[in-house]
């Protein structure tokens, strides 16, 4: 973990956005699964909105300023290098079908644990 952007990350747990607070009241505290999810962790040069070690997935909650964005494929890059999944969504989902973003996630949690 890189100690600069501990604090960023801080201040993004502060001020998360409707759709993060939505999701991460979801998967905190083990209830997906039992996996250990973290939210706006560090990770290399970036910070993934939502981490789980044991399963090697990311997920990243994404709003409009985020379509076509090159700097996010060489993020995804980063992270699938080190080993993670990637999954997005956009945040219009998180309100809009909840349940299966939940789903999703869910099978991309088992899927990785039965490997």
């Avoid at 699964?33 to 040069?45: L, V």
């Avoid at 970036?46 to 909650?61: M, N, P, R, T, V």
């Amino acid at each position: 973990m890189k100690k600069r952007l501990t604090p960023v990350a801080r201040k993004l747990r502060r001020h998360k956005t409707d759709a993060e607070a939505l999701l991460w009241s979801r998967l905190r505290n083990r209830q997906m699964e039992n996996a250990k999810f973290r939210f706006q962790a560090p990770f290399d040069d970036y910070i993934a909105d939502f981490l789980c070690h044991s399963a090697g997935l990311i997920i990243e909650l994404d709003g409009s300023q985020h379509a076509d964005n090159s700097r996010d494929k060489n993020r995804d890059a980063v992270m699938e290098i080190a080993g993670y999944r990637v999954i997005r969504f956009w945040n219009s989902e998180i309100f809009d079908n909840l349940e299966g973003v939940l789903e999703e996630i869910r099978q991309a949690v088992l899927g990785n644990e039965a490997d």
